[in-house]
């Protein structure tokens, strides 16, 4: 049965619909696979570690998510009618709760890794591995199928939302079994996000803090040109692996952010004010979360490690070519440094 404040009027233009429907769903779908595929010609000794195990298993979960919704969008604006029931509406809404929380519990278990990788070593070198990654991930999709599986049990409540093409949570409803789990849902979405932004946060302070001592390191060994080599060798391959776990865990923080905090936000919000339905605004929403699964795998094949030394090379070219050509004043050229991959 669709609650009464989903019914709005329908979309125009059904044609345009579906052809942008198809077209998010090929190219997440395509985006995702290419994905997987990179992170498993991976180099042994990066393919095998924790962290790139939680990323497969962030890449695993955006290509399920994309396959188990779009295809059904798709479905409906193609037929202009919605293709199943009330047991159809509430596996989309379970899907679209589900891989958005754990999408951002698996980021919250990869920012924790780092956290551990980088300012707790030796526990690390005891106690995580690629065991301890697939356990996690276990866990989580546990975790996620129970407090994603309650609205279909009663506690939280599922319907049809604008232009009757998806479901989701009843943002609006003022009942108290309702309006507690979407409570619940974004407390525990917040929650994750504030402990992956304390991570990050965490790990910056202590990378920069390493980088600092590395300096002084260099500067007391400098006097031997042998051992400078080689402390100059070991120091920057440790620092381009860390600094490109780091940037990636950071771009994926930030995508995830932008397209997921609107629909994480947006029930408790509508609730707390007692706004009347709002069409657009329903609709932006979702939007912006469907495409959190097309934008994460660019991110994960763009940082990688080769791409950014070329970049790095292309941005020294072009800096080199521009002071040769007199398009950087002499007095800010001391201020440019050769470009390696330990940013």
Request: hydrophobic fraction near 45%; glycine fraction near 6%; charge should be positive.
């Amino acid at each position: 049965r669709r609650h009464p404040t989903s019914r709005c009027p329908d979309a125009s233009e059904t044609a345009r619909a579906v052809a942008t429907s198809a077209t998010m769903f090929a190219v997440g779908v395509l985006s995702n696979l290419v994905a997987v595929v990179v992170l498993r010609v991976s180099k042994k000794e990066q393919k095998e570690t924790t962290f790139y195990t939680l990323v497969s298993g962030m890449a695993v979960t955006d290509l399920l998510g994309t396959c188990f919704t779009s295809p059904v969008v798709i479905a409906t604006y193609a037929a202009n009618r919605w293709p199943g029931g009330e047991r159809l509406c509430h596996f989309f809404s379970f899907s679209m709760l589900f891989f958005g929380s754990a999408g951002m519990s698996i980021l919250c278990a990869m920012a924790v890794e780092r956290y551990l990788a980088i300012s707790h070593a030796y526990f690390y070198s005891q106690h995580v591995d690629r065991t301890m990654a697939r356990l996690a991930l276990t866990a989580t999709y546990l975790a996620n199928v129970v407090l994603c599986i309650m609205p279909s049990f009663g506690f939280g409540k599922h319907i049809r939302h604008f232009p009757g093409t998806w479901c989701f949570l009843d943002w609006r409803a003022m009942d108290p079994l309702a309006a507690s789990y979407s409570f619940l849902y974004g407390g525990v979405m917040l929650a994750l996000i504030a402990v992956t932004v304390a991570c990050n946060v965490a790990v910056c302070r202590s990378l920069v803090g390493m980088r600092r001592r590395t300096r002084v390191a260099r500067a007391d060994v400098c006097e031997h040109e042998g051992s400078r080599r080689r402390f100059h060798k070991l120091s920057s391959v440790s620092s381009a692996a860390e600094m490109q776990m780091f940037w990636l865990l950071i771009f994926m923080t930030v995508v995830f952010l932008v397209c997921s905090i609107p629909l994480v936000l947006y029930g408790p919000a509508q609730i707390s004010a007692g706004h009347k339905p709002d069409c657009p605004s329903d609709l932006l929403a979702i939007r912006f979360a469907s495409f959190n699964p097309i934008l994460d795998p660019w991110v994960y094949i763009l940082c990688r490690k080769n791409l950014l030394i070329k970049g790095c090379e292309r941005l020294k070219r072009t800096v080199g070519k521009n002071a040769h050509d007199g398009l950087i004043p002499p007095a800010l050229l001391p201020s440019v440094k050769p470009c390696t991959f330990t940013f």
